[in-house]
């Protein structure tokens, strides 16, 4: 099923020795800081939340963070659920995917999906904005509310977008989940305070220093199974409004004059398939895919219509209205 | 704009890249990584620098940049030039303002390394976070103005940098290109810096001529300045030793954060390495108990591994079941850190709200967290002046040395030693707030030399001769609400039923124990403390204690419920309004409070915070003393 030939099952034995079995002398190197880093984060969360819970979207930056989770409680099991926060929207490899890993992780995977959403027929195709709003901002709020979560991992990282490279790696929202960029918390040293207030969460981002090409070769390095989509096939797509969709199932509403064309693309991030912008590629293997990440023009989110939305500030102003 | 977009990229290898993706990918593999702050104000071209060295280093992108072009038109500060400043400000108001209020982590890679920098803000009022970004650095890159050589805020940027232990300081003497690259306004600035550093402790630092706006020195030698042989910027920055290496190099300390327990069959230690490293078979100390045991196994998802070293996330399991937790610390047996509960600290306040000396407050260290309560400074620093000035207390911003007492002993190190084990965070119990960043200096001798007095006979002993539980009945309300009252016919029903009681009465305790004291907010926390220390030592008597005090503050009272056993606080909340105590007035001292006579009175002109959640509220309004004193018996004995 996977086009790189990584057995699912056996992620944990990498085929490149382990990263800290390259240890010849005393400086680590910048991916050993970094998962040193991420592991400590994601024990602190444990040590000090009620109730924490790993956000998991199935992407490449959640295939890290779960795999750091595995290895930061090993030989434990994660003490934490996974939870999906669905669109219903997502592409059908994602879902194939997240139901594997939640199985060989042995971790609870809890899928939510906004009632409200779910009624009103909410879909990217008719109700643009509003889609992201209801399905994903509003969706995480009514998850996290419904478990009682105060503690929340998500995969984001400092390097995506502007307003992220300035929010604390514990990150506080208000019991409306809103965020307050001008009145965060000091993180001094590796010291995070967890202490909430009433009603108060936190989310948390072990991966926050990472950039993208550190992910791709962390995963490269450590086996880290992911999405066949991010790995260039022959896939139905059609052209529209500059964008290379993906035609994932028979919900796909085609224009006039529309016609599904075959073309070899991979995806550069994952999100809901009518959303998600494809490239056109022949990387079938990872350091392909890598090769053509480095010497590419453009920024990953460049693909992702949501930040686009409400001018400069898009990602700052979702993110005080709750969105991860 | 188009001199900045012809600049050649020099960073990335894009050859390799093309060519030889594993060769790449192998090197990239094996970079170590610096992390380093900039300080400066925005005239000092920080921003631009940043903006400088994320470009060279190919890290924004064609979309990136075009969005940069157009708000640098809409509302750039370099005419139609590309304003990097608006590449790394990220909040609205930021942008907005042209000011950079909060640290925004950047990165950016070379052949040799990777690159996290922080872009701190230099105003004075953002301090705090020029500290918070500088507590993880590596290096400390101080941008001089070339036009204007060294200003008060390079002596505060460099003093705080060289305070939070930043070893590895360069001077980058900015905007060459606007003094016509002139050794003499270089060499000038440079022997200005130098007798200022040695003032202060900077024992070296590295200096170097730079355009971030024109690249000279950045990247490349800069044939504009024939006159300067050392390192380009990124050469050093690419050179320099991390702190990490350092660390390796000393003796093995891990403080264990969580313990690792899937079956019956394990049970492991996890933490990160602070300092030294460990291997199987190496005899290691737990702290602060001092149980020994030998190293078993170093667990990772990988396999076992033969050591562990500084800055590595690990699992480590002993030879024997030694009791170890989280906030304990693993250590070489041969060389374990101390243990103390008093110590000096240096402190950096990060709060609105100023620190009041002698209220309890969260401290964290490691992964030990304790009550601590500070002292008045002994001093402030003036960051500007570096001079020491007398202060009371420290405000937003303030820097300052002043002694500090734990409650539980604090297995530490010097921060000059030992950034992970001397380094902490203040919390505010009630908002929770991060308010300080310390450093501890030393440990005071009293704390080493006087060690708690084990008795033979123990509180559960005292208690059970008397039959009863030990309680603290705190009743807190304004004055005149009737506290004393109740809580007399509280302690006459107690002792009718032979109970063994004393009341503690705010007034009466002013007449002897605490006569020292008077109404300040700092002397009223003094007060209320040492009232705590003393029913919670006729607690262990198995005594139920009364106590009548205003205890105005939510934190006071915090504080001592902190100090009994669980379920052994009662918090009582005579709760009368303001105008209804006012006209009762019982000791007339309203009256003196409203005429002025009287300062600092509380629901005049100091503030009372009712509690939020006390175990009893009386409304005194709706109940009489004799029901409210039936109630609170009937709760306690039932």
């Known amino acids: ?49 009620t109730n924490p819970v790993m956000l998991y979207s199935v992407g490449k930056d959640s295939a890290v963070m779960l795999h750091l989770a595995r290895k930061a409680f090993y030989p434990s099991p994660p003490p934490f659920p996974l939870l999906h926060v669905d669109t219903t929207w997502k592409f059908k490899a994602m879902y194939e995917l997240r139901d594997k890993m939640a199985q060989t992780s042995g971790m609870d995977l809890l ?66 989940h809103g965020w307050d960029p001008k009145n965060q918390r000091p993180e001094l040293w590796n010291l995070y305070n967890a202490r909430k207030n009433k009603g108060e969460s936190i989310r948390v981002f072990p991966i926050s220093n990472w950039t993208e090409l550190d992910i791709w070769q962390y995963i490269h390095l450590n086996n880290v199974p992911i999405v066949p989509l991010y790995f260039a096939d022959k896939r139905p797509t059609v052209e529209r409004d500059g964008m290379l969709l993906m035609v994932d199932d028979e919900r796909f509403p085609l224009l006039p004059g529309e016609e599904p064309v075959m073309r070899s693309i991979r995806f550069r991030t994952l999100g809901c398939y009518p959303l998600t912008g494809a490239v056109e590629s022949e990387a079938k293997t990872l350091p392909q895919v890598i090769q053509e990440t480095l010497l590419t023009t453009t920024s990953e989110r460049q693909g992702r219509a949501i930040d686009k939305d409400a001018g400069g500030a898009g990602m700052e102003v979702k993110k005080q209205q709750g969105y991860f | ?41 925005v005239d000092d071209g920080k921003s631009t620098l940043i903006g400088r060295l994320l470009y060279d280093s190919k890290m924004i992108f064609e979309d990136q940049l075009a969005a940069l072009e157009n708000d640098s038109k809409k509302v750039g500060t370099q005419g139609q030039e590309i304003d990097f400043a608006l590449l790394v400000d990220g909040l609205a108001a930021e942008r907005e303002q042209g000011i950079t209020i909060d640290v925004a982590y950047r990165f950016f890679n ?73 050794q003499q306004v270089f060499d000038a600035i440079v022997k200005d810096y130098a007798e200022f550093a040695r003032g202060i402790g900077i024992e070296n630092f590295t200096a170097m001529p730079i355009s971030g706006f024109k690249g000279d020195n950045i990247t490349t030698r800069s044939a504009n300045t024939p006159w300067y042989s050392g390192p380009t910027l990124v050469e050093h920055l690419e050179t320099v030793e991390v702190l990490s290496s350092v660390d390796a190099d000393k003796p ?49 998802l990988d396999g076992d591994l033969e050591q562990a070293v500084a800055g590595q996330s690990v699992t480590i399991c002993l030879a024997d079941e030694v009791d170890c937790s989280r906030g304990d610390v693993i250590s070489l047996a041969d060389n374990p850190p101390q243990a103390a509960d008093q110590f000096e ?57 002043a002694e500090l007492a734990t409650d539980k002993p604090l297995v ?23 308010v300080a960043a310390g450093m501890l200096n030393f440990s005071l001798r009293r704390a080493q030399n006087v060690h708690w007095q084990a008795l033979d006979v123990s509180r559960e002993a005292h208690a059970a001769l008397k039959n009863q539980r030990p309680k603290v009945l ?100 005579i709760d009368t309004p303001l105008e209804v105590a006012e006209s009762r007035d019982v000791k007339g001292l309203y009256k003196k409070a409203r005429s002025g006579e009287l300062k600092n009175f509380t629901g005049i002109d100091s503030p009372y915070e009712a509690p939020e959640s006390a175990e009893v509220r009386v409304d005194t309004t709706a109940e009489s003393p004799e029901d409210a004193a039936e109630r609170i018996v009937a709760m306690l004995i039932g």
Not at chain 2, 11 to 35: C, F, G, N, P, S
């Open chain 1, 1 to 49: 099923m996977l086009r790189c030939g990584i057995p699912l099952a056996s992620s944990a034995t990498a085929k490149f020795p382990a990263m800290s079995q390259l240890l010849d002398r005393q400086t680590l190197t910048h991916l050993e800081r970094l998962e040193s880093e991420a592991i400590h984060i994601m024990r602190e969360v444990v040590a000090e939340a």
């Open chain 1, 111 to 176: 899928v939510y999906q906004n009632p409200e959403a779910q009624e009103r027929g909410i879909n990217p195709f008719d109700h643009g904005a509003l889609h992201t709003d209801m399905w994903k901002t509003e969706g995480l709020k009514q998850a996290l509310d419904k478990y009682g979560f105060d503690a929340a991992f998500g995969g984001a990282r400092r390097d995506e977008e502007k307003s992220r490279a300035k929010e604390r790696i514990f990150s506080f929202r208000t019991a409306s």
């Open chain 2, 1 to 41: 704009m188009s001199e900045v977009a012809n600049a050649e990229p020099v960073y990335v290898t894009d050859a390799l890249i093309a060519e030889d993706i594993d060769a790449y990918l192998d090197q990239h593999q094996h970079k170590t990584m610096l992390r380093f702050i900039t300080c400066g104000s």
């Open chain 2, 110 to 182: 070379t052949e040799k390394r990777k690159f996290i920098v922080a872009d701190c803000p230099g105003h004075e009022q953002y301090t705090r976070n020029m500290i918070t970004g500088a507590s993880t650095a590596d290096l400390a890159v101080i941008l001089i103005d070339a036009r204007k050589g060294v200003l008060v805020q390079t002596r505060r940027h460099s003093y705080l940098c060289h305070l939070i232990g930043i070893r590895n300081i360069v001077l980058a003497v900015n905007k060459m290109d606007l003094v016509d690259y002139d």
């Open chain 2, 252 to 300: 093995f300390r891990m403080p264990v954060q969580w313990v690792n327990r899937p079956n019956l069959d394990f049970r492991g230690f996890s933490g990160l390495v602070a300092t030294g490293s460990v291997k199987p078979g190496d005899d290691i100390r737990v702290l602060p108990s001092g149980k020994t045991s030998k190293v078993t196994r170093v667990v990772t």
């Open chain 2, 345 to 401: 600290s240096t402190l950096v306040w990060l709060n609105d709200e100023a620190m009041i000396p002698g209220r309890a407050y969260w401290l964290k260290l490691a992964t030990q967290t304790v009550s601590a309560t500070v002292q008045q400074p002994k001093y402030v620093v003036n960051v500007n002046t570096m001079e020491h000035l007398a202060a009371k207390t420290l405000e937003l911003n303030a820097i300052g040395v």
């Open chain 2, 412 to 434: 530490f190190e010097a921060y000059a030693d030992n950034r992970t084990l001397g380094g902490f965070v203040l919390i505010d119990k009630i908002t929770n707030a991060t």
């Open chain 2, 474 to 573: 705190w009743f807190t309300g304004l004055s005149g609400s009737g506290k004393s009252t109740i809580a007399n016919l509280v302690e006459k029903k107690l002792h009718a039923i032979g109970k063994h009681t004393f009341l503690l009465d705010g007034d009466n305790v002013r007449h002897g124990l605490n006569k020292d004291l008077g109404f300040t907010e700092a002397d009223r926390i003094e007060n209320i403390r040492r009232v705590g220390e003393v029913a919670k030592l006729m607690t262990d008597a198995g005594l139920i204690v009364l106590t009548a005090f205003i205890s105005p503050f939510r934190a006071e009272r915090e504080m001592v419920r902190s100090l009994m056993a669980d379920g052994e606080f009662v918090e009582v909340f």
